[in-house]
Nanobody, 126 residues
Framework: QGQLVESGGGSVQPGGSLGLSCTAS????????MGWFRQVPGKEREGVAS????????TYADSVKGRFTIARDNAKNTLYLQMNSLKPEDSAMYYC???????????????????WGQGTQVTVSS
């Protein structure tokens, strides 16, 4: 059974930066595409970014393009999300996820993922 554990959340002022990490255990990370999602209470989980098994293909939600960068280090079984120029509307619980069966066009959809982390809170406020 695979397990994902996120870290790196916290509070930051608007315009600031945060980096999130997600470490996988129980399976080889290199065989799974991965993604970051976020959710605020009362709303659906929103896809933020995805990355292919080898890291060569990434996709981003329009709301974060140019500000967020997803990356992975398969040797460390770790996924990253660097968030710059943060806005108050970026505040949410952030989740990492791993999957293996969906085409690229669906990888910002929660249903395309099979393993989920427990989430880490990001708060952007002055």
């Amino acid at each position: 059974q695979g397990q994902l554990v996120e870290s790196g959340g916290g509070s930051v002022q608007p315009g600031g930066s945060l980096g999130l990490s997600c470490t996988a255990s129980g399976y080889s990370n290199s065989t799974r595409y991965m993604g970051w999602f976020r959710q605020v209470p009362g709303k659906e989980r929103e896809g933020v970014a995805s990355i292919s098994t080898g890291g060569g293909t990434t996709t981003y939600a329009d709301s974060v393009k140019g500000r967020f960068t997803i990356a992975r280090d398969n040797a460390k079984n770790t996924l990253y999300l660097q968030m710059n120029s943060l806005k108050p509307e970026d505040s949410a619980m952030y989740y990492c996820a791993a999957g293996w069966a969906a085409p690229l066009a669906r990888r910002l959809v929660a249903g395309a993922y099979n393993y989920w982390g427990q989430g880490t809170q990001v708060t952007v406020s002055s």
